[in-house]
């Protein structure tokens, strides 16, 4: 069921976002949402839920879904979403952006996650600070991600 929450609210970000761009830009542009766009990011969310369910030691798991694939997927929603607002930013305000909507997107997942289990009394985890650990590794996650990409800001194609 949370799973189920969790693309829809991919797809909910990805419009949203777009609208978003165009109105902080001050943009008056037609949105160009593409179908294959909100295709690809629930794709995307699936093998990562599914290659990450093969593992066996949950924590491992866990840590490299908050950690990793989760903030690729960020990035893909971020990249769709600006391509349907035709809003233009460059590199670095790419980042930026990028960082915060996700940041942003995984502390009300643990907020979101955190309300389940005390008001619905559903358990995500079998350890105690699981919520904790997440957010150490989306933080680490991001870091590593913005060392990844910030190599690429700023360089021009030959």
């Known amino acids: 069921m949370y799973l189920l929450l969790l693309i829809v ?3 909910i970000l990805y419009y949203w976002l777009a609208l ?3 109105y902080f830009f001050n943009e008056k542009k ?3 949402y593409k179908f294959y766009h909100s295709a690809i990011i629930v794709l995307l969310f ?3 839920v599914v290659s990450t369910e093969l593992m066996t030691n949950e ?4 840590r490299l879904l908050h950690a990793f694939w989760g903030w690729f997927i960020m990035i893909v929603v971020t ?3 600006l391509k349907a607002s035709q809003v233009k930013i460059n590199k670095f305000q790419f980042l930026f952006l990028w960082f915060f909507i996700a940041t942003t997107f995984w502390v009300v997942n643990e907020l979101t996650e955190s309300f389940w289990q ?5 358990t995500f985890s079998s350890y105690f600070n ?3 650990l997440d957010l150490w590794s989306n933080t680490v996650g991001a870091i590593v991600w913005l060392l990844v990409f910030v190599g690429f800001v700023g360089k021009k194609k030959k």
């Open 79 to 81: 990249l769709f979403s």
């Open 30 to 32: 037609q949105l160009l």
């Open 9 to 11: 609210s991919y797809i």
């Open 118 to 122: 005390i008001v619905l009394h559903y």
């Open 59 to 62: 924590i491992i798991w866990n």
């Open 20 to 22: 978003w761009l165009q």
């Open 46 to 48: 699936l093998v990562v």
């Open 130 to 132: 699981d919520t904790w």
